[in-house]
């Protein structure tokens, strides 16, 4: 059987080698993401032993430079972003720079492309990387001239020799500077940022030339020879499974090869594939209509009388009512109870999708002993081991090529399509490529949670907010891993929850049950979504109430420069895997974002008469952004009208990418804002495509500006913190243009869009 060319290259040094065109030649490095210190791969070696390492950079003799990605690039630019990281320190020039796609592989550490967390976990990793690279070449060069290393000098590509004018081109150097001992981590002398080449600058998207030409691969267009597709019909409700199935026209259809039932139904549903039957065909429309010929009958389900709308309707009672405390300051109810004036308000969102433009896919050729997948997936890890395990195969055992991803958001962080291929691919014991269509993404994804928030707000005499108390019930995504989960996990509440950084002496958080029915996932900024949408849209409520601006309201809530400690009790905040000493939950940033967010709105325009501006900042993902927006309304009908985010990334390896994070970010907190949901009846989603479940459309899109402040931080992540502040930005423009609080999403359900 004959591969095509899938343009998925391998990390093995062997292949590495081979990929890379150095032959027996060159210098090659590579880092454990467990120490600082790089490591000397013999590039004469064949075999993988067990410190083969597992980032590597290369310099073949015919100048090019080859920098491993281990990270998915799913639009986001992270095969520019770390790359171009190592070329800055090492001094290469980014035209002589390839760029190779890491395969699922332990070494590279979790190689989950979430969180907005690949730059900021692995920023220094990187720069340590292309110093030693940088270092070694020099001392190639000093050898060569007899001169002492500090007399040679890295640049663009080639080693100079100051005093005697003489230069030298990395290739030439590749295989002396192979020879030459591995720097010490600490002796390694990083760059000047002065110096930079390339960190915060600009650099265009290594991958937009394949992609703007259809020559990038995505998930969706790997072939194989011999391959049949496959369309499944999956259990519509969560825990049901086929009880029976008529095939009889499915196999009269022309094309159709094999019909399979897939067990599926196991509870928690894990990344097990889900119930169903899959139609596998010698082509994509022979499967689907195939599929469509099915005669399906499904057990019953202790899910199939979930209704998301009784569901949310339901969590709002629950919030109203006193919860289980998790973190508690003063004592509220003492306050509460001798405020001048209380407020109390309940918010909810209702179930979400990421609804990718790609819907998931993924290609597999198994036999007794291996597999191999080719999937758009964001965690080829996690791939990787649930196809093993339900091949019974060890993880080493299977190989997981990464194509592009036409979006993830998310949803590919979980392997499920990847395990139906696996599955299918051995039972055929020929290539199977499991095709999604559209419907199939958004009627049988993992959520965002539907949830509910309730919160109330004691003011003194003076206005202050002197008690606060909030409480919030959302099906947790633990409940996708363990049975009986029925409160949000200590993680979910460090998204926004539990880290008020509000200085408010007396305050409460509490959270109330909330049982699972569908599977429930990570979403892009997670929690953080409703966390965000209620905490500052009670704010704005209570600037109104208070008669202060909203910005100067919220600066005054903020209170002093200060870091905040989220941990208190039995309670622990994550801060998103970084140590609060490292990268504090700080005012002084967040209040900065206030400022600047609020020179961009005119609030002299929120006067009730049809236009206004709404505020919302917020801290995530170790970033904070600020979003401003100006809403226009005329009788019942809305328009978005203006948008400006204002963001604190810490350092912005690359602007132009973080720029388009964040007109990303609040084009998809657009949608999901206004006319995001997600209606479940009976157990089964009712949504199946763009015309019930819609994304903004290019008239609907408002003027989008983004302003990054400068900062002397670590970089921080983007690919997130964009999302949260545009929900209340919009709601609470509109109740500044017309009066109306709109306190459950989407904004579609109170009035229609323009």
Known sequence: MRKQDTNITVVSRRKFLQLAGIGSGGLILGSGFTGTQPVWADANSSSDSEHTLNLFVSVAPDNTVSIVCHRSEMGQGIRTGLPQIVADEMEADWEKVNVVQGLADKRY??????????????????????????????????????????????????????????????????????????????????????????????VATYDTPNMVMGKGQYGQDVQLDNMLIASIERAPVLGSSVASVKQDKARAVKGVVAIETMDGGQLPPLFHPLAGVAVLATNTWAALQGRKALEISWSDSTHETHNSAEYIDTLKQRVTQPGKTVTTYGDTDTE?????????????????????????????????????????????????????????????????NVTFLGGGFGRKSKPDFAVEAAVLARKMQRPVKVV?????????????????????????????????????????????????????????????????????????????????????????????????????????ELAHLSGQAPDAFLLELIGKDRHVNPNQGDFKYG?????????????????????????????????????????????????YVGIATRVEVQGDKLRV????????????????????????????????????????????????????????????????HVHLLTSDQPPAGVGEPGVPPVAPSITNAIYAACGERIRDLPVNKHMSLA
């Open 109 to 202: 550490g979790s190689q989950n492309t979430d969180g907005s967390r690949s730059i900021r976990n692995f920023y220094h990793t990187m720069r340590t990387m292309g110093a030693s690279a940088r270092h070694m070449l020099e001392a190639a060069a000093a050898q060569l001239w007899t001169v002492p290393v500090a007399s040679c000098q890295a640049l663009q590509h080639r080693v100079h020799h100051k005093d005697s004018g003489r230069s030298i081109s990395f290739g030439e150097l590749a295989e002396l500077a192979a020879s030459q001992p591995v720097p010490e981590a600490s002796a390694l002398k990083l760059k000047s940022s002065d110096d930079f080449n390339y960190i915060g600058k600009p």
């Open 436 to 540: 999604w269509s559209r419907e199939d993404d958004i009627r049988h994804s993992y959520y965002h949670a539907a949830s509910a928030a309730y919160f109330e707000a004691g003011l003194n005499s003076d206005g202050l907010v002197s008690a606060w108390r909030q409480r919030t019930a959302f099906p947790s995504i633990s409940g996708t891993f363990s049975a009986g989960v029925d409160r949000p996990s200590a993680g979910e509440l460090s998204l926004g929850f539990a880290d008020l950084a509000y200085d408010i002496p007396n305050r409460t958080c509490e959270t109330a049950v909330a049982e699972y029915h569908t599977r429930i996932g990570w979403m892009r900024s997670v929690a953080n979504i409703q966390n965000a949408f209620g905490i500052c849209s009670f704010a704005d």
């Open 575 to 623: 801060n998103y895997g970084a140590k609060l000493k490292d990268s504090p939950v700080d005012t002084a940033r967040l209040k900065r974002v206030v400022k600047e967010t609020a020179a961009k709105a005119d609030f002299s325009l929120n006067n009730g008469k049809g236009e206004g501006w709404g505020i919302a900042v917020h801290r995530s993902f170790l970033s």
């Open 641 to 704: 009208a203006e948008m400006h985010c204002v963001a604190d990334v810490g350092l912005a390896v690359n602007p132009d990418r973080v720029n388009a994070q964040m007109e990303g970010a609040m084009i998809f907190g657009l949608s999901l804002a206004l006319m995001g949901e997600v209606t479940m009846e009976n157990g089964a989603v009712k949504n199946s495509n763009f015309h019930d479940y819609p994304l903004l459309r290019m008239q609907q899109c408002p003027e989008l």
């Open 336 to 400: 509460l109870a001798k405020s001048e004036r209380r407020h109390s308000a309940v918010y909810s969102v209702p179930y979400l999708t990421h609804a990718a433009m790609e819907p998931p896919s993924a290609t597999a050729v198994v036999d007794e002993n291996s597999c191999e997948i080719w999937a758009c997936t964001q965690t080829p890890q996690s791939a990787q081991q649930n196809v093993a395990k339900a091949l019974g195969l060890k993880p080493e055992q299977v190989k997981v």
